[in-house]
């Protein structure tokens, strides 16, 4: 059985079959809000859109490879992260409720002016941009080595045939395949785990104890992702665009489930990792481990690093678009939506041509917004422009100071992996909650 052949029908196979089925977007509404028939998403939709479009090909390969490391310690550690759900699905409930705002948008031109709204697009466009490159890496992976033919042209193909459904529908076409490729994720990771369970020695209490709870070995990465999760939501517009689509009570009840089953997933996917560890692997563990059981097994490894980078690509594609067309109003048509779409596709896809690393996109990114925290904590507190500018511009510093390895070792106060993001996220977040507090407080005095 020739693998590469079997690879490329799965990517054109899903993605013509997406896009017949995706419905065709004739409304603004339809395009940007994700109306259908003139109704919003219901919690069933909601929440499977919104743990797909996280679960992204980056996430999975993170937990998999974070397994590998640091056992089940590692997809406890990256699960971390969506505690995002629950923080920003009860805050934006309270700011849609008690500060009847419409979006992140029209909070920030009410709060802070129109230049820190202008300042907070330009910090979600850079997300949207790593998100496109992060996960189409991920694909040209299984296809070929880095720099080869076959690597460059699967990450082309797969992004060309992706833009292609969500021209035809926007977020309409997000939501609805959302839906149907969270049902696939679920399906192919039962049967990769009872694989892994049924046909070796490996056993739950394996996985149970495969891990030491140390800052060694996983645990500055924990603490590092649940700190993060207070800031890093807001800065993803394909989460918090969804979190203005249907009503706040609806809303609430999605991020909530999505929370908890979006890190349930992230958990049992880091078990293949696990796996690996405990049979002596090395390199990038889903790639191995799908090598160990075969095509059939490998072939499924790859569905689902298909089917997460399609759901992440197309809600990527639909956030800048609304970005672009609705939030900033630069042309609010469907025409200028698609526009933005192709114009992020170019520029997402330049940097898989140069040597950049799918962790640090998340773990980078995380650290330069953690100056939202106060922000968005504090909403209700009168606090003059000048805070939010000093609480980001905070964040920021913290960011270049991770970037650039310019922490000083006596902040560092725990050892192993990672103990640097987690102390430039401890001291920088308490920076930026006592800069944007000083001016608040002077006001009120």
């Known amino acids: 059985m020739n693998i590469a052949i079997w690879q490329w029908g799965l990517i054109i196979v899903s993605s013509l079959i997406l896009f017949v089925i995706s419905p065709l977007a004739k409304t603004k509404s339809d395009f940007f809000k994700a109306t259908h028939r003139k109704k919003a998403p219901n919690v069933f939709m909601l929440t499977g859109s919104l743990i797909i479009s996280w679960i992204f090909a980056k996430s999975i390969t993170n937990a998999a490879n974070l397994g590998l490391e640091f056992g089940i310690v590692g997809g406890v550690a990256y699960a971390g992260y969506y505690l995002s759900f629950a923080i920003a699905g009860i805050l934006i409930y309270n700011i849609r409720t008690r500060g009847g705002y ?31 490159w992060s996960n189409t890496m991920v694909i040209g992976s299984y296809f070929g080595d880095l720099g080869s033919t076959p690597y460059y042209a699967s990450i082309i193909v797969f992004t060309l045939l992706t833009l292609a459904y969500s021209l035809k529908g926007g977020l309409s076409s997000s939501i609805f395949t959302d ?38 070995m996983g645990l500055n990465l924990l603490f590092a992702a ?9 800065h993803d517009p394909v989460l918090t665009d969804r979190a203005f689509l249907s009503s706040p009570k609806v809303t609430l009840r999605s991020f909530l489930l999505a929370s908890v089953l979006g890190g349930a997933c992230i ?40 089917t997460s980078a399609a759901s992440t690509l197309d809600s990527t594609f639909s956030s800048f678009s609304k970005l672009a067309a609705i939030d900033l109003k630069l042309g609010e048509s469907i025409s200028f939506g698609r526009i933005a779409m192709g114009v992020l596709v170019v520029l997402g896809t330049i940097p898989i041509f140069l040597d950049a690393e799918i962790l640090s996109a998340t773990t980078i990114s995380g650290t330069m ?25 905070c964040g920021i510093a913290f960011g270049f100071l991770l970037i650039f390895d310019l922490i000083p070792g006596s902040w560092i106060l725990t050892t192993g992996p990672y103990a640097d993001l987690l102390w430039v996220n401890i001291w920088g977040v308490l920076s930026c909650l006592i800069v944007y507090m000083i001016p608040a407080w002077i006001k009120l005095w």
């Open 369 to 393: 917004v953690i100056g939202l925290t106060p922000i968005f904590f504090f909403w209700k507190l009168p606090a003059p422009k000048i805070s939010f500018y000093l609480s980001i511009f």
């Open 267 to 306: 958990m049992l996917f880091s078990v293949i990792g696990v796996y690996a560890k405990a049979m002596g692997m090395q390199g990038q563990a889903a790639v191995e481990v799908g090598k160990a059981f075969g095509t059939a097994i490998l072939l499924i490894i790859n569905f689902i690093m298909i």
């Open 179 to 216: 839906v149907i490729q969270m049902g696939l994720f679920s399906i192919l990771l039962f049967v990769i785990l009872s694989s892994i369970y049924s046909s070796t020695n490996f056993s739950v209490s394996d996985t149970v104890t495969s891990g030491v709870w140390s800052f060694d």
């Open 102 to 132: 419409e979006s992140l948008h029209n909070f920030f031109t009410s709060r802070f002016g129109k230049n820190a709204m202008r300042i907070f697009s330009i910090l979600i466009a850079i997300r949207l941009f790593n998100e496109v």
């Open 226 to 234: 649940l700190l993060q999760s207070f800031s890093y939501p807001f």
